[in-house]
């Protein structure tokens, strides 16, 4: 069963940056879509970022050219590390982050705004970590 563990996360002010990490382990079903989305309470998650086995990246819009997600595949692709560098953070970036997993098929895009990109597509989470812009 896929593993994932978060590190990073933290409070900051606006304009401040951080980074995020996610180790993803066990990972035997060959390729796989990784991401980040995010929560805050009464609302419902949303993709930030997610990227491709191949380094593909995708953002939503209200990250983009603030945000760098990459990923580090290891040589048997058992374990996957992605990391998400987030910089001119703002109060509205405030929230849970969570690391998600899923097996990269034929026409699924790992793409947000594609439906095989929303919460509901991945089956494996990690455990979130908290982010607070301060203004």
Same mark, same amino acid.
């Given at each position: 069963?896929?593993?994932?563990?978060?590190?990073? &996360?933290?409070? +900051?002010?606006?304009?401040?940056? %951080?980074?995020? @990490?996610? +180790?993803? @382990?066990?990972?035997?079903?060959? *390729?796989?879509?990784?991401?980040?989305? #995010?929560?805050?309470?009464?609302? /419902? #998650? /949303?993709?930030?970022?997610?990227? /491709? =086995?191949?380094?593909?990246?995708?953002?939503?819009? @209200?990250?983009?050219?603030?945000?760098?997600?990459? #990923?580090?595949?290891?040589?048997? *692709? +058992?374990?996957?590390?992605?990391?998400?560098?987030?910089?001119? %953070?703002?109060?509205?970036?405030?929230?849970?982050?969570?690391?998600?997993?899923?097996? $990269?098929?034929? !026409? !699924?895009?790992?793409?947000?705004?594609?439906? =095989?990109?929303?919460?509901?597509?991945? &089956? $494996?989470? &990690?455990?979130?970590?908290? +982010? $607070?812009?301060?203004?």
């Amino acid at each position: 069963q896929v593993q994932l563990a978060e590190s990073g &996360g933290g409070s +900051v002010q606006a304009g401040g940056s %951080l980074t995020l @990490s996610c +180790v993803a @382990s066990r990972l035997t079903a060959g *390729n796989y879509c990784l991401g980040y989305f #995010r929560q805050t309470p009464g609302k /419902e #998650r /949303e993709g930030v970022a997610v990227i /491709e =086995w191949d380094g593909s990246p995708s953002y939503t819009d @209200s990250v983009k050219g603030r945000f760098n997600i990459s #990923r580090d595949n290891s040589r048997d *692709n +058992v374990k996957n590390t992605i990391y998400l560098q987030m910089r001119q %953070l703002k109060p509205e970036d405030t929230a849970m982050y969570y690391c998600a997993a899923r097996p $990269t098929r034929s !026409r !699924r895009p790992c793409i947000i705004g594609d439906h =095989w990109a929303t919460p509901e597509r991945f &089956g $494996t989470w &990690g455990q979130g970590t908290q +982010v $607070t812009v301060s203004s």
